[in-house]
Every structure is written in C-alpha cells, then in structure tokens.
C-alpha cells in the first residue's frame, strides 16, 4: 500500500489532507444512530464503529508511535481490537466477530479519533526534519481512510439490507430520467503497450511498476452495462441457463438461489431495489450494480462478448475524465447518463496478479496487496461510494468473484 | 404456557404485578449503552433490545389487540420483528437475524413498550366484565416477561463475553467466604408419589397435570457440586477419560475442545472466570455454573453416582424453603453457602416429555410448551438470574444437552 | 449388552446356535457381488463387508483371544479396521470411512470367518471348566451378530438406493392382497406394573431391572398405522403445517425436504417405494414404514392421539404372539394383514433412559447400551428385517429421531 | 478439448492409437481387484470403475451414436451414470456419488468397454468418406481417456491412502541413490515471444491460439524444487510463518492442519510417504511432490525467488527433451536424477485464462476446458502419472490452489 511515487506530498499540504479526510468520513456517519454502528451482517463487512476506529488505528500504529515518543493511548487494548490483518503489527480480533464489540461504544470511539487527531495535529504542526517522512506516511493513511470511507458505505448498506423494514440511510431523491444510450464498441489496436502508474503522485504498490504489455487489437464498450441490458439477459433466462455459466458459476448461483443483482425484487409488475435511500424502482438506463463475476462473466458470453482484460481498461480510458458521481458529491447510487464511467466498479477478466517485478515494501505496510494476489479479480474505475482522490485510471480494486456488495457492474469488449 | 391453575389473579393485583415486572425489567438494562443492547452473539441468544421489544409484543399481541378495539399500534410491523415462535400469531423474523435489527432503535423500542404500557393500563384500569379474563392473560404476559428478565442476563453475559475487553455489567463486590460443606446424601423411601402443580396458584401448562409416579428407594445430596468438586474432576482427567462419556456426550466435549466449564480460563496458578461483574477468580465454594448435561452426567459418573430424575428432585426440595440469590436481590453469580438450592439450576437426568394426560391448550398461547418436548431435559430449581416468582418446586426448565450458557449446575443422587 | 438371565446357554446349544447364526449372515450376502459390500451411504451405516468383519471381530476379541492363548489372528491390524466403539477394546478406524477399505477385500473377509470359526469350534467343542462361560459370551455375540444382520439388510438398502438404477437385492413377488383394516383400539386400565425383563434367558442389559411403573388408564390400537393411513396424512397437508409438529421436527422436515415417507415417490398417479426387491406399487394395507420419530408424532397429532409409552406398550403386547414376517422367513419389506406387531419397529414416545437401578456390566462390554441413553427414543415390537430370536415383548431398540432408515413405523394410542 | 491443428489424424493411425489406449487403460486396472475400483474418497476423486466407463461412454456418445445409426446400446441408461459435466450432453450422476454405484458391477463394465470397443471398430475399419471426421473424433477420445489415466492413478491412490493398512497397488522397487544436484538458474532475456500450440499435431483447444506476449528478462531454475529443499523449508518454521503465506494460503493451512506435503509423515526419525508402491522413505534428490499452490508460493518467498509464469515455463523449456520417467514407463513415483522435467508436474503463477482471441469449439464438445477459467492456476510439464503423448511444452493442466492430490511440484524463477 506505499506510494510508488517520485515525490512527496509536502507537510502542509498533509494537514489539510488530513483535516479533510477525517471530516468526510464523520459527515458519512452523522446520520446514523450508535446501533446502526454496529451492525456486521457478514465476514467480509465491518461494523461502521470499527472503520471509525481502524482507521483511527492505522494513525496511531504507524504514525504517531513511531514519531512521538512520549505518546500515551486512550487504550492499548484497542491495537488489538483494531487491527484489521497487519500480522507484522501483532494480533488481531477476529474479523467475523467485528459486531460483538459494543464498548468501546460510539462517544468512546469518537473520543479515541479526537485523542489521535490531537497527537497528528502536534506532530505534523511541528517543524521537524523527518516532516517529509511523516507527511508522506499521513498521505497513506488519507487514501487508507478514503478506501474505509467506501467500505463503510457498503458494508452498510449490507447491514441495513438484513431490517426487513428496509430504513433510508438517505432520503430519497429523483433520480435524473434519461433516455436509452445505444451500445456503441470503440476499436483500439493494441500492440505493444505500456501500463502501470508511473510514479508521479501517488499510488498503492500494486498499481506498479509501470511495465510492457503486448495487446490484440480489441473493441470496447463506450458505456457500462444498463439495468435495462441486464433485465434482457433476465428476460431471455440468463439465470437459468447453465451453458452460459463458469463451471463454478453456476454451482455458486444454484447454492446462492441467484436469480437477479443483489438487493433487487419484483414487486408489482415492477423491478424494485435497496438503495441507501431506501427502497426504489430500478432505473433502467442506471449502470446494473451489485453483479458478482460470475454474472457478468455469464452476461457476456449471452451477449457475445466479454470483458475487457484490465489492460485494454486502462488504455482505453486513461485519457478520459471522471464523469461518475463519486462520494464527496454522491446520490450514493449509480446514475444514468454520467457518460464513460466512474458510476460502477468495473469487472475485469484479469486476476489479481503481481506486475512483472512487483516486490513489496518491507514491513507490515507491505502486507498491503501482495498477500491477497491470489482467487481474486481485477475491478476499474470507481462508483458512486469511491472518494474522487481514489479514481485512478491505474487503481485496481480486487474481489472474489461471488461478491457483489460492493458497487460492481461490468463493461464489455471483444476481440476484432 | 397457560395456567392450570383454579382461582385467577384479582384485576388490582394485576395491575401492580405488571408495573413491578415491566420496572424490572427495565432497572436490568439501565446500566447498558444502547450498543449493548445490539448484540447477539449465538442463535440461542438475542439482544437485550430484541427482549425488551418481545416481551410488549406479547402483551400487545394477546391482550390489547384482542380486548381494545381501537387500539392502534405504534408500528404494525413490530408484530412481525418481534413475535418469538408463535406459528398461530403470523409470521417471523429470522431468528439469527435479530442482532442485524438497528432501527427501531433503543429510544424507539422504549417508546413502543411506553405505549403498549398506556393501553394496557386503560384496559386493567376500567371496570370490565372480561376483567377476570384480562387479568389472567396479564399474570401470564409478567410471567412470560420475567422468563425473559433471565434470558436477558444469560444473553449478554454471553454476548459481553465475546468483547477481549471483558467489560463488567455490574461493579465486581466481594463474594462471601465459605468452608467446605461436606457432601452429604438424604436418603428418600420413594414409593407411589405425586408430582406436578396441584392448581393453586400460577403455573405453567407442562407442570401439570399432578400425577402418581412410582420412585424407588433413592439418596440425594443437600448442595449442589461446587467449583471446589469440579476442579477435582478436572484434575483428574474427566475431560480426557472417554469412558466417563455418554457418547453424544464425548463428541461434544472433542468437537468443542471443553476442557473447563464455560467462561473459565487459567491464569496465574487460578481459575477464573467471567461474569456480569467481571474477571474474577473462581470461589471454590460456589456451586459450579455453565456446565452442559454431558459435562454434568460424566461428572456423576466419575463420582460414583448419578443425576436425580426430575420426581426425585420435587419430591426432596418441595418442602425447603429457596435459600438462593434471585434475581431481585441478586449478585450476578451464584454464592457459596446459601443453602439447599436456588443459585444454580440443576440438570436432572429426565427428558422433557409431557406428564400422562397433558394437553396443550388450544391456539398460540398452546405452543408455549409443548412443542419442544424431544431433545431436551429437564432442569429444576432457579438461579441467581431468576425472578423469585419462578422459583416453585414444580417448575420445568428445558434446555439441549450441549447448552451451557445458562445459569446451569447439578446436584448428585444415588439409588439405594 | 450382557446378559441378565439367571441360566446361561447349555454349550451344545451354543455350537447350534452359532453355526445357525454365522450360516444366516452367509446367506443374506449371498446375492450380493463385492462392490455391493462396499457401500457406505452415510456415517449411520456401514458396508456389509464391514458387518461381516465386526461381528467375527466380536467373538475374536471377547471369546477367542481370551480363552485360546495360542491363537493366531490372520491379522493382527483386523482388530483396529473391525471394532465399532468399544473404547476399552483399543482404538478404531473412523466410522464414516469404513466404506475406504478396499482391503481386505470380500474374499479376505470370508477367509477370516472361516478362520475365527475354526478356532471358536474347537474352542466349544472341548470339554473345558469354564464352557458356560464360554457358552454365554458366545450366545451374546449371536445376539450381537443378529443385530448386525438387521444393520446390514437396511444399510444395503440405503446404499442401493443411492443407484439411479434402483437395482433389486432380490426378486420382486407379489404380496398378498388385503382389505381395509379398521383402527380399533383397545382400553387398558393401567395402575401399578411391573416393565422389564425378568432374567429367564437372554436379554440385553438395557431390558433390565424389571421394575414397578404407574400407568394411567390408555387405549392402544390393535394395528400399526398404514399406508393408506398415512396417504390420508400426506393428502390433508400433513407436511406443510407446522401446528403439526413438535419444533425441532419441523425444521428438520424443511431441512431435508421431506413430503413422504423415505424411499417413496409419485408416479403416473400412484404412489410408489423403492424396497429391498426394487421399485414397488405402494400397497396401502401394509403397515408404512421408514417414516421418522418427527414424522410419527406429527402423524399421531393429526390423528388426535398421541405414541405409546413403552411401558405401555410392553404391557399390551407381552401376551401376543409374533406375527410379523421376522428375517427367517422374511419377504424383505413389511406385509399387509399380519395382525398386532412384527413387520414394522414402532416409535414409542419413551426416550431411551436407563431403568431404576441399571448398571452396566464392567469392561468393554457394558459400553454396549449405556453411553447411547441421551437424544434416541425407544423403538419397540420388530421388523421384516428382524431376526426372530430378537424378538422379545422387552427389547428396547433406540434411534435419533430424526432417522428413517431402519424399518420403522408407528401405532397410535390415546389417553383415557 | 478439440484439437487446433490443420492436419488430421489418418484413420489407420487412429486404429492403433485407439487399440494402445484402450489396453492401456485396462493394464492400468489389472493388479486391483474389484473392490478397488469402487474408491471414491472425495468429490474431487473417480472410482477407477468410473473412469473406465466414462471414458467408454466419450466414445459412445460423441462417436458411435453419431456415426452408426443401428447401434444398440447395452444400457441406455450408463449415458446418465457415466457422464461427467457435459451438460449439453445430457442430465449427469452426482458426481459425489460415484462411489455409490456397485452396479454395474466391473464385470458389466469391462463388458460395455468391449462393447463399444467392437462397435468403434466396426466404425474404423470401413472405407467410409467421413472416416477422416471419425479418425479425428477417435484421437481427441484417446487424449481424453490419457487424461483420466492420469487421473485413475491419483485417484487411486488418494483412495488406498484411507486404509490404514496403506496397501501397495505395486511392488516397492528400490529408487535410484543420486547426489543433491545444485540449484542453478538460467538466464533469459525475455522481450516479445511467441507461445501456445502452432496447430502442427494434437493440441487442446485452451493452447492456442498462439499469440505474441511481453516477457522482461528473467532467471530460471534447472530442476524442480527436491525433497531434501523441502526439508529445509519445513525445518525452518516454513508452515509456521504467516509471513510467507497468502492470505488464503495462510487460513486453508490453519483449516487443514498442513505441516507437511500430502501423504509424509515423520518416524523413527525418518520423513516417510505413502505411495503407489506402499509406504516409503522420502528420498531427498526426488522432486517434491504433492504440495499445493499455497505452499508452493509460500516456499519460493521462502527461497527468496517466484514461481515462473506459464509463459517464461514455455519459452524455457520447450526445446528441451521429456527426461521424467511417464506413465508408459512409469516407477508410479517421482525419481531423482531425471534431469530438466517430467517427474512432476509444476505449479506457475498464472491463474487459467484464455489466451487472446480463445474460442471454445461449438456444441458439448466445446465444454471442455473454457468453463473451468476461473480460480484455477496453470502447472506445466507431466509427472510419472501421465502418457507420454500428453507431455507437450504447450500442454496447460489446471487445478485449484488447495489441491495436492495430484502429482504436483514446483520450479523456481526469478526476476532479473
């Protein structure tokens, strides 16, 4: 998770980096009740209280131990508790038992931000020959914080889908109507390419080094899939169709009783689904959002097509600015009509798998990405939860192919 | 769970058991933060929240809906959140899911149990011809609630156990220090008995109706096993001594990895255990708690005896007064030295059957007890956790064998 | 499972009855190629090649070995791969992986039958002090044997019906055609009994002591339930509603699915079942079979009724002679028109407890019934599969109640 | 799995090649008996009964039915036993459920291998003018029934290893005594390759088409990674170091209780294995054999190197001659001293995807290998387990990265 880049954020910048990142992410759960901080509805989610706290912890372990000598902890015992797999900072508490922790309550854990903002704030204030260091190690803990930011949002939605009184997080708002944007497919010829972040701003590991690749020439879609796409591939029994599966796939969407995205009914004549602003009909220009791979792997293959691999992503739309509503200024779902991308994480046909010459950094910073390249796929772009700063044409986020809480969606490409 | 009983409650006595028993069980949670209330940490268990809730359900449900016509409710949806088991009353929430149910929140819940309190109190309060009726239902209702007064304590002491931070419910206080009590057996001549209520009184539909049962000779012991007994057990390898075993038993105890009852650890050269007020070390006098019925039944066989039947049990203590720390005057754990029974419940060695004759009445009041009657036993007594009004001689507990959580001990016996 | 008779078995007798019993297991696997023998369906049952081997383990382990000091076993390793649970016997292979065991193969198998029976002839056949020692363990180890024949009769059959092929073990032939038999019941007048076996020949330890018991007046009826019976249930909705049926029955109904009896399915109209002669026509006068204890009560319910006790039960039947179509003569399924009892095994509503005063034998052979006395219900009168010698008004056989492989059925009987 | 080449088979060469794997097969089978062939002691796992009628039945289905109209069947219904996953080839037997099926009895199916063995002959040896479609049909068939060789054996002995009598299916022969060969890596300089299958010969579809790919210059090692590496590796905390370890790698270690490679044990001071010639000691020059992905990967961290990818396994080896002793030839064991490779199959870092412009073949057919693209990676090179017409420089083999069942080992590789 260290930057790859050549040079470092400066000292002030860091301060208001800082100030920003910690603000968003306590405007996120300013409309929630201390219970709604608890919930943990699976492994892979986490209770809102806990990302208020890990985050918290990833400033204190990494940063102001290391700098401050004289430091002294609200509590030592919450290393422990928030920890989340760093094995190089010592023991953790286990992951699925998140939920279980109710004290430290709410104002506790709000105390222990306030307590480690306090300690930042003296370090970073203070003029220090190591400032470009620790700025650089706060930089790291901000985009640390933004990727929680997204986590929390979903988690939650996750945890408030199990109340089958289905709250808002937000209330609702219309949504923009808009009319259906064909599917047009772009040509690129390939060859031999490179990709890879270059090391000019920052980065997580994984994004580098920047490296070579050879492309076939390839088309690609100028939109993501729509929910009006995905009802068609519903429609025309898209679900029940075996061939159209991976092996796995299809033992995972008959063990699961998969029969749309996640979150959606039928309801009235009518596609209905849970948003964070409570229960909505389906927009059907929206991007689909919530498909595992397995699904848009099988959409694919029925719309013959596939993905793109994360390469032909990256040339294809480096060069394209971010059109999607990202958190800061978030409706906190996918829109229709915001253009190339940046509503939905898009599914690639790319593992997760280290870049030619991938080593990472030593330490328990290091155990960022590389432990998880393995079992899992390469997603692009970015979605209605993602903190803008995370939007990267370089940035690969990376799932297990049967999880689908988070904003997921698809894009297709084919060969030429 | 209906009376059998021949004279009902008077409609004031009504009145002020059901404002004692709904102010008790508020004085329980009062010392919790609204996180705490949150937390489920088994399927056997639910949240202190979910308590609260269920137990107005329950007066809501089968007294005011059915006697106050225009009753309206806070939220008709509570019906489905918050009903138990009752296949007659509709149909339920997920059992496993209630630790996922954030709104209503605590404030919420605390209102719906205010109104239900205000349409009850004009119901028992206005001169009734159905008031004998009403009155009936209400003893019932605070019978119901006080079962769950227990079921709160036991719930979060295993919820709170789950949190590394072993947080107390109640500020540890010393435990009285006590000698050994000698074990000693009362011998009993048995013979054509009768057990189960007579009617006088409240009682629960499955301690009826009385009946002959035929006892032969038999001794039992005037305290319960000790923690002092147990670390005998212990140390002598019952938990590694198969032949001790009832087979279930054995692949409980190995699947498990039981080698202590449950909340217990080493540490220092001492047992300790949790509790709702803390770590403490393990007083040897106490009678021994969480024990399941396979640990229970291995341990009387390593002493050379033998669990009493459930008639044993009610025909030796019918006539002894409780002695034990209940509820309303309660420590939060069991104590040593308070006399013949009433700080643990006791295992017996008797399945949980219906008593010859026994008829559930009709309706959802009828699947109080009845249905579970496979795959339990029956346990006799009270514990520190329940309410004085539930400690009569004829009262059935029932649990799984495997089921520690409780406040569960055993007492010995031996045929003659 | 010793003995609590008062006369043991003349040795003559007991080189009779051996050759009779061994000669019997032949022959119910001599239909049978060796891959049949190798079929293990699930943990509960074991291959026949398996059944072959335990038994002759037996009379190695507990006779052989014992009384022949110069015995040599074919293999030493046998005493590992064939021992079922006696812990004190040594240790044992795992029980779910007795259907691994390629080698030693049928023919190995057989070789040692014949070798343990060599050495056990010479052993009876000598003129020796302790011959009706020996005498009695080997009238024990044909009881032992009997029951494995029962085992390994409802193992093929659950094994087989793993095969699309619905391979008959033998011949179909057709059953005798009844008419409709009413449901009469008997009126019993109870009062103080005496239950147990009475120590005149053999018995298992569990029949005993013979002890008193206090019954309630009953009424019992003279015929198991029936197919027709039991499609009036099915047909009435008996497995959709939940009011039927004791709480963990229920979800153990919608766990597995169930909607009929085991082995039974629709087709072109007609009910059919798969049987030891392969795919049958329901016949709707014989008794139903393979049906669970959940399912038993459920049934009982619907009725009106209750199970039996085994105590009444025993006091009903003591008097009746066998008319079932016990294993000798056996016709592998249950057979219409048979009169009281004898071609099903009854569920009772008795769990399995151990009588006043029971104490198991010393040693590995008092592991037999008492380590299994939690959770199993007792089952009583015998079945198509029974041997006649295991027949006794006493016999106490015990099962999960969620189990329906054995041939178990039900009668009903009412409170008066 | 069809072939990509541009010139087919002549159907005499198809006769013999047909005529040489059938008995291949069956020469495989000759020393077991029948209880042998019923082993199924994993879903993952075939009896070897199964393997010899499912590859019968590929040519029944795909061959016979579709070129000799008149055919008759010997049993309609093996299409449904003896089907594995071709789901446009009909309904399939569970495939957990193998193990289940006695009958046929392998009587029957030898008798169903002649069977079709007559009528594929009968095919073959007349002058027909779609003999070149029919002879193309019959080669795929032939690598096909390769594959489940390879599988029978490893099958077979993960089945065998469940007995604790660890039977050997050969005779123990001694191993060739070698010296420790040094580990040395080559040097190559990457750049932009070409790789997959060039269409002259047999190649399954997933080889090609074979495309251009960026390779930076990297180093490789010359042998396998040896028993005696390993050795190291486990003395020095190997499965003890998180660190080392995948995240996934690291919890399915845990899960398992992994401390060794599949089937080693330790005694007497000595590493032992159990193998196809019975239990032997580990010889220390032999590749190591039967690690997963997860303990590859977390050796080479180890080692302080990679595994190669499937690209720099193909540049470098591909003009190297097969020197590993394969199953025509086979010791049923990996050997030392067998130079470059062949002994055991080697772990890569590439996850199983397609290769640029990969299109599966329409029809059943077409279901061969695309539908398993996903969560699987891809091993390079044969083992003593496979035919030596399988051992090609392009062939892809895919397991998922739990599995060790198979004879798999790994290679290093490291970045310049």
Chains 1, 2, 3, 4 share one sequence.
């Not at 990142?21 to 306590?26: D, G």
């Not at 498909?291 to 792997?297: C, G, I, L, Q």
Request: hydrophobic share 40%; charged share 25%; aromatic share 12%.
């Amino acid at each position: 998770m260290n930057s790859t880049k050549a040079a470092a954020i400066a000292p002030d910048e860091a301060i208001a980096f800082f100030a920003d990142t910690r603000a968003q992410t306590e405007a996120l759960v300013a409309p929630l009740v201390p219970e709604d901080l608890m919930l943990q509805s699976m492994e892979d989610a986490s209770p809102a209280k806990w990302h208020l706290a890990h985050t918290t912890w990833f400033f204190e372990e990494f940063v102001v131990r290391k700098y401050l000598p004289d430091y002294r902890a609200i509590d030592d015992r919450f290393a422990f508790l928030f920890n989340s797999y760093y094995v190089q900072a010592g023991p953790r508490h286990a992951r699925d038992k998140r939920g279980m922790i109710s004290r430290p309550d709410n104002a506790a854990v709000m105390a222990y931000r306030a307590h480690v903002d306090e300690a930042l704030g003296s370090l970073l204030g203070g003029d220090r020959d190591d400032g470009d260091e620790i700025a650089e190690l706060v930089e790291l803990g901000c985009h640390h914080e933004m990727q929680h930011q997204e986590l929390l949002v979903t988690d939650l939605l996750h945890g408030l889908s199990h109340n089958p009184l289905l709250p808002a997080y937000r209330a609702p708002e219309p949504m923009p109507v808009t009319g259906e944007v064909p599917l047009e497919f772009t040509r690129r010829e390939g060859g031999l390419v490179e990709i890879g972040h270059d090391g000019n701003g920052f980065a997580y590991d994984c994004e580098g080094p920047r490296h070579k690749t050879w492309l076939e020439p390839f088309a690609i879609a100028q939109r993501p899939v729509t929910n009006r796409d995905w009802i068609r591939f519903m429609e025309d029994g898209g679900y029940e169709n075996q061939a159209l599966w991976l092996s796995d796939g299809w033992a995972c969407c008959q063990r699961e009783g998969w029969d749309t995205p996640l979150y959606w009914w039928h309801q009235d004549d009518a596609w209905w689904n849970y948003t964070l602003r409570g229960p909505q009909p389906i927009n059907p220009d929206a991007p689909v959002c919530h498909v595992s791979y397995y699904e848009a792997d099988a959409f694919a293959r029925w719309a013959g097509a596939r993905l793109p691999t994360e390469a032909e992503w990256e040339v294809s739309f480096r060069d394209q600015p971010i059109t999607g509503n990202f958190l800061e200024k978030s409706q906190f779902r996918p829109l229709p009509g915001n253009g190339p991308w940046g509503d939905v994480w898009e599914w690639t046909q790319s593992p997760f798998t280290p870049y030619p010459g991938f080593r990472p950094p030593e330490g328990a910073i290091g155990e960022y990405n590389g432990k998880f390249m393995v079992n899992q796929l390469v997603l692009r772009g970015g979605s209605c939860a993602t903190p803008a700063a995370q939007m990267r044409p370089t940035y690969r986020t990376f799932f297990y192919p049967h999880q689908r809480w988070q904003m997921m969606g698809l894009r297709l490409a084919r060969d030429l």
